[in-house]
């Protein structure tokens, strides 16, 4: 499977997902250690979703969340849909804890 990679600026939060994923050629820069991080996955079908992130996981690269571009989300702003999508991460890990 091959992919094509767009890695966000800066820059890039501020735009839309839209705008983030026409990006040709955005310019690299490298994340600090702690930065969180959120892969937005687009055209893939729903089993090679899976296999791209269990190879992710497996890879024991760093936490992320995972999410889809959709229609929905395609004129919202990245640094809004980043963070929307580590509010839902932080919800299901709230519910799957026991509570006492």
Do not use: H
Request: hydrophobic share 40%; net charge positive.
């Amino acid at each position: 499977m091959t992919l094509k990679q767009i890695w966000s600026s800066k820059g890039m939060l501020e735009g839309t997902l839209q705008q983030a994923l026409e990006t040709e050629y955005p310019r690299y820069e490298q994340p600090p250690l702690a930065q969180r991080r959120a892969i937005i996955l687009s055209g893939m079908y729903g089993s090679e979703v899976v296999a791209f992130i269990a190879s992710y996981r497996e890879a024991g690269l760093p936490p992320c969340v995972f999410g889809a571009a959709v229609p929905n989300n395609w004129q919202r702003r990245v640094r809004e849909l980043v963070n929307s999508m580590w509010k839902d991460q932080a919800a299901m890990v709230a519910r799957e804890q026991p509570q006492l």
